[in-house]
């Protein structure tokens, strides 16, 4: 089985940089997603990672070590429409599925 | 392209009646995902499709959940004898079969159901 561990609610404010970390346990990992949701809304799809290291795209960023089972999302220049819930989530090999986490509930302020 | 429909977006239905949601893939996705959504959780996997097989079914899916992708276009997926327990979001997503787009799935809006 899998499980994903990230923290429940982060609040940080505009302009600033904050980090969404995620812990994972899956019996054959093949790689990392980050998903943002907006309330209301649909998930969509930020990142992948399936080696080690960082991964950039705009303002976000996403990193991954495989050794300790562990990844994180870095938000830049932080903005309130950037307020919303943020998942990690993990693919078994053999496995085509994803499985998510609980998600991370992400509050910009003024 | 307009991405990834659900219909109907909300139902509500009473203990015991049937529902059944729909969902149309980007058209050149060939997977094509069930997940279950709660409040404050993340989306739970229900079932898989690769064109028209069904090839993988999670554990939360009991046998009054169905689900079918008939040509491998569209897919539903259908309650049966509903339960208060079923009220949630019901998120279709589909992606690519193969390569780097495999990893990308894309969701759409949802079908609330609301069991009194």
């Known amino acids: 089985g899998q499980s994903l561990e990230q923290p429940s609610e982060v609040t940080a404010v505009e302009g600033a940089i904050v980090q969404i970390n995620c812990t994972y346990q899956?019996?054959?990992?093949?790689?990392l997603s980050w998903y943002q949701q907006h309330d209301g809304g649909a998930p969509t799809f930020l990142s992948y990672?399936?080696?080690?290291g960082l991964e950039e795209t705009g303002r976000f960023s996403s990193f991954l070590s495989r050794s300790d089972s562990y990844g994180y999302l870095l938000l830049q220049e932080l903005q309130m429409k950037d307020s919303a819930s943020y998942f990690c989530?993990?693919?078994?090999?053999?496995?085509?599925?994803?499985?998510f986490g609980t998600g991370t509930r992400l509050t910009v302020i003024p | 392209d307009t991405g990834v429909s659900q219909n109907p977006r909300h139902k509500i239905t009473k203990r015991g009646q049937n529902v059944t949601f729909r969902c149309d893939p980007i058209?050149?996705?060939?997977?094509l995902y069930w997940y279950r959504q709660t409040l404050g959780q993340g989306p739970e996997f229900l079932t898989y499709?690769?064109?028209?097989?069904?090839?993988?079914k999670s554990r939360l899916l009991s046998d009054r959940f169905s689900a079918e992708r008939p040509k491998g276009s569209f897919s539903t997926l259908e309650i049966q004898r509903t339960e208060q327990g079923d009220s949630a979001m019901y998120l279709c997503?589909?992606?690519?079969?193969?390569?780097?787009?495999?990893?990308?799935?894309?969701f759409g809006a949802g079908s609330r159901l609301t069991v009194l």
């Open positions: 997503a589909s992606s690519l079969g193969r390569g780097s787009g495999a990893n990308v799935l894309t």
């Open positions: 899956t019996s054959g990992f093949y790689g």
């Open positions: 990672n399936a080696l080690d």
């Open positions: 989530a993990v693919r078994d090999w053999g496995a085509n599925n994803l499985f």
């Open positions: 058209s050149e996705h060939n997977r």
């Open positions: 499709f690769q064109n028209e097989a069904q090839l993988e």
